[in-house]
């Protein structure tokens, strides 16, 4: 042990890589990550020993952080306020940290669509979660839920929505929320995790995708993961409505340079800072525009293709993930694994999840539908 040639090592783990599924064969069809764009994992190279926690060290590091955060928040009509971490989950417990401080409260309020890492964050934060009935569409039930938020208003430090639901991709009415209670003047956190650069897009496209952004007074926070679309693992940003909001995500640090640290973590690579930038400046937002159109027509592709051979989709994809219902879910999914197409199973009784990734074609969807077919027809 410790006594090999690193291209030997190199070698092996190449060898081992291989051994996991492969995005560009059109293997991975469950998961919300992607094949990362190629520049922006050199980009990630060239920063990768960069601490995004050490301005004062890494000066070009941090503005590259300011920059990039302020071109997402302007997407979502903010001003520029937030942070970059290396994940959706941080973020979102990051997000219930701030507006805990802000609130000194002890609820959250979400619907019960909303993702595990909500979950994690009422448990690691002390809050109480007190989750909301879904409608038979699978959409939060508005009415109950401006119930238990008049009911608790004092107590909650947020509800919880999400633009890009875990199981059916479905964009949260955030805007009918507030319509409906927002003079309750509760904040509201919005997990874009998933959905947030892909429906920011399609609003201006596709009818239906609710306005979920800081145009809405009641929006305090979004997650948004840029890993879910086009850059490497991990990368993320938390975005805030304000700089008081921003200013409660630091922390005292006496022996650091500047004397404080932001974010959860005490060291983050600079890597995920310019991998994302490396993306705005390549494919700007109309790349990315064009981007979340090209998956849509993926994903409508495939709702066809599922039709002509008898197959029902839960609902009409919002985002591009398709919910597909099959019979005898569990040997469904053991045929279409043994065949390397990994789906994911829903929450949903009876019902598969396909994302579809940038790595995802034609070709991929026909072999899944074809193989599909076969599966259950045996």
């Known amino acids: 042990m410790g006594t090999r040639d690193p291209r030997e090592v190199l070698r092996l783990l190449e060898e081992l890589r291989r051994r996991d599924p492969s995005y560009v064969d059109g293997e991975v069809l469950g ?38 955060v302020a071109r997402i928040s302007s997407l979502f009509h903010g001003n520029g306020h937030g942070v ?32 595990i890492s909500i979950k994690k964050a009422c448990k ?31 107590r909650i430090v ?3 929505f999400t633009a890009g639901t ?10 009918k929320l507030v319509e409906m209670c927002g ?41 948004v993961d840029t890993h879910k679309i086009v850059s490497p693992i991990p990368g993320s940003l938390l975005l805030v409505k304000n700089k008081e909001l921003e200013e409660l995500a630091s922390f005292e640090a006496p022996y650091m340079p500047e004397r404080k640290q932001r974010t959860l973590l005490g060291t983050r690579t600079g890597g995920v800072v310019a991998a994302i930038w490396s993306i705005l400046e390549v494919e700007g937002f109309e790349g990315l525009e064009k981007l979340a159109l090209d998956l849509m027509e993926r994903a409508e592709y495939l709702v066809d293709k599922l039709g ?4 029902k989709v839960v609902r009409k994809p919002m985002l591009p993930l398709v919910a597909i219902r099959v019979p005898d879910r569990d040997r469904v999914v053991e045929g279409l694994w043994r065949n390397r197409l990994y789906v994911y199973p829903s929450t949903i009784p009876d019902v598969i999840r396909v994302v579809i990734g940038r790595h995802i074609t034609r070709e991929h969807i026909n072999r899944f539908v074809d193989t599909l077919v076969r599966i259950v027809k045996k």
Not at 47 to 59: G, M, R, S, V
Not at 184 to 194: E, R, W
Not at 308 to 311: D, I, P, V
């Open 183 to 223: 003079d309750t003047g509760v904040p509201i956190h919005v997990d874009a995790a998933y959905g947030g650069l892909l429906a920011i897009f399609l609003q201006k496209h596709r009818s239906g995708i609710p306005l979920f952004d800081f145009r809405l007074e009641n929006v305090y926070t979004i997650t």
């Open 84 to 115: 970059v971490t290396y994940g959706g989950t941080e973020s979102n417990i990051t997000a219930l940290y701030i507006l805990r401080e802000l609130r000194k409260g002890d609820i959250v309020v979400a619907p019960k669509s909303a993702h």
């Open 158 to 160: 947020a509800v919880v």
């Open 31 to 68: 998961s919300m990550t992607t094949e990362p764009l190629w520049y922006s994992v050199e980009a990630f190279k060239i920063f990768i020993n960069t601490n995004l926690n050490d301005p004062a060290l890494f000066k070009e590091t941090y503005r590259l952080e300011r920059d990039v």
């Open 124 to 154: 690691l934060l002390g809050l109480t979660l007190i989750t909301t009935r879904l409608k038979e569409d699978y959409t939060p039930d508005l009415e109950e839920m401006c119930r238990v938020i008049r009911w608790y208003k004092d």
């Open 166 to 175: 875990t199981d059916l991709g479905i964009v949260e009415p955030v805007d």
């Open 308 to 311: 002509e051979h008898g197959f």
